[in-house]
């Protein structure tokens, strides 16, 4: 569905990504993981043509997203869940809900994705009248992923969906993901916490210093010895 | 004799809180292009001058109807908002905010020299004798009263456009987070577009008004452009609501200063007010 083809990205001077190559298949929830400052936020912004590729193919169901511009990404099929989870604050919940659909082809739909959204996230729907910027940590970050989810997407980008939030709300947010997965959405995820989000990707690939170091089923880099002593500190 | 001087300032009340109306709608475009896309036209008064102009010349010369050589005039403001965004805001958007504000002054003498050599320096008005209206020993003009009735639909309006149209929302979206917003599927450069047309439409609506009540000359932005920019900093720049407010209380200083005083002193009160609540409150009256 998804393929990088020996993608770079460089801020300036600064090079984040080197020579990544990647795939996500329909139906599949893969993480991507690695320690700060890896390049992770970089390799989705990439894919969202929010920082463009210096170098390198980038391919979403066949077709090339080099010359797409950022703002037609969405109605590719790709959403994206950014780091710091970026709502609007001083608009309602349900008015950023309303944004996450705001392509043309999802206004008829609007009120039919509303209540899948709901449905996932009951919370949301307790708060839909509140601004945004008054919810708590986790709440905001169900609030962005409920956004992203409106258009229907059929591949989610997710950056660290547990960043900042307390242990029971990690918990909480990792079962909303394993949730999603289930319902067969199609997730690339983004995140520090490696034991945590391998217990829910199938597969992994991991990304240190713009380059991908390793990669293969969740189970076997959970297992492997430089993984564990490297990035786990076991 | 106390019984008349009361009745005469309910008179300069109610005359101030028709001002206010005509203020509000005034200064809604140019709260509208700073609240969103961080920049001060400082040329707004001059955007309505042009549609006075517009109606102006539609009307008295070309004798079109007068409902629609102000819908024309409405129309061509917002195509001057929109090219004023792309040709002169744009290039200067990431630029320091000194820059923008030398911009749109610019081309404020711009506007005020090309009206100058091509309508010339006369003043000119529609020629309409629109009634008062008389309640006991009040009297008020109907162009008053038609500008605060319109103003008051045209606040309403833009608000009900804001809360109610994803395009309205996505206006209010991009003034809280510009860079996420291809994330919605939304290019920004439109968005702003549409913003920049929009207040330009709005400095059109106010422009109709005017017309009805002022002869329109070259320098006739000058006139208003200083209270409309002074209002929306009262309010707190980039907020409608507290602009909103601030109008009704600068027109109420002018309007109840002129009765006590003479009209100009009116001015001079409510400029000083101004300057009072700059140290008093400098984020304007309504900030948090």
């Given at each position: 569905m998804l393929s990088l083809e020996r993608v770079s990205a460089r801020y300036g001077a600064f090079?984040?990504?080197?020579d990544v190559s990647l795939q996500v298949n329909a139906g599949e929830s893969v993480a991507v993981i690695g320690p700060n400052g890896a390049g992770k936020t970089t390799l989705l912004r990439v894919i969202s043509k929010l920082v463009e590729p210096h170098d390198g193919e980038l391919r979403f169901e066949s077709e090339d997203?080099?010359?797409?511009?950022a703002h037609e990404v969405l109605a590719r099929g790709i959403a994206h869940v950014p780091e710091n989870r970026?709502?609007?604050?001083?608009?309602?919940v349900e008015e950023n809900l309303r944004m996450g659909g705001f392509p043309r082809f999802c206004r008829p739909r609007f009120a039919e994705r509303l209540e899948v959204a709901y449905a996932l996230f009951p919370r949301l729907k307790e708060r839909r009248?509140?601004?945004?910027?008054?919810?708590s940590g986790g709440e905001q970050q169900m609030c962005a992923i409920a956004r992203a989810l409106m258009s229907d997407p059929k591949l989610l980008l997710l950056d660290e969906?547990?960043?900042?939030?307390?242990p029971v709300m990690v918990q909480a947010i990792f079962e909303l993901v394993r949730r999603i997965c289930a319902e067969g959405y199609t997730v690339l995820i983004v995140e520090q916490n490696i034991r945590q989000v391998l217990k829910v990707a199938s597969r992994a690939y991991l990304l240190d210093a713009g380059r991908i170091k390793a990669k293969g089923p969740s189970q076997e880099l959970l297992q492997s010895e430089e993984i564990r002593r490297t990035y786990l500190g076991l | 004799m106390t019984e008349l001087l009361d009745i005469y300032l309910l008179e300069a009340v109610l005359n101030g809180l028709l001002l206010g109306g005509l203020f509000a709608l005034l200064s809604l475009g140019l709260n509208l292009i700073f609240g969103v896309?961080?920049?001060?036209?400082?040329?707004y008064a001059e955007l309505m001058m042009c549609g006075m102009y517009a109606v102006y010349y539609l009307y008295v010369?070309?004798?079109?109807p007068l409902a629609l050589a102000m819908l024309a005039a409405i129309g061509i403001v917002a195509l001057l908002g929109f090219l004023l965004h792309q040709f002169v805001i744009r290039p200067v958007l990431a630029a320091e905010p000194i820059n923008q504000l030398l911009v749109t002054g610019g081309v404020l003498f711009f506007l005020q020299a090309a009206a100058t050599l091509a309508f010339g320096i006369d003043f000119r008005n529609l020629g309409l004798a629109l009634p008062a209206l008389r309640v006991g020993d009040m009297s008020f003009s109907a162009a008053r009263l038609i500008a605060f009735g319109v103003a008051l639909l045209g606040v309403l309006g833009l608000f009900l456009f804001l809360n109610r149209t994803y395009v309205g929302t996505a206006i209010r979206a991009i003034s809280q987070?510009?860079?996420?917003m291809p994330l919605m599927g939304v290019s920004g450069p439109r968005i702003f577009a549409i913003t920049s047309a929009l207040g330009g439409a709005l400095a059109g609506l106010g422009a109709c008004l005017l017309v009805l009540q002022y002869d329109v000359h070259p320098a006739i932005g000058l006139s208003f452009g200083p209270i409309v920019f002074l209002i929306c900093v009262l309010g707190g720049l980039g907020n409608l609501l507290g602009g909103f407010a601030a109008a009704f209380v600068f027109a109420q200083f002018i309007s109840i200063g002129g009765y006590f005083f003479a009209i100009e002193w009116g001015y001079v009160i409510a400029f000083a007010f101004f300057i009072a609540a700059m140290f008093w409150r400098p984020r304007g009256l309504f900030s948090r």
């Open positions: 090079q984040a990504l080197f997203l080099n010359p797409v511009p970026r709502l609007f604050p001083r608009l309602t009248r509140q601004p945004a910027g008054t919810l969906p547990s960043a900042g939030l307390s | 896309i961080d920049v001060v036209w400082i040329c010369q070309f004798h079109w987070d510009r860079a996420v």
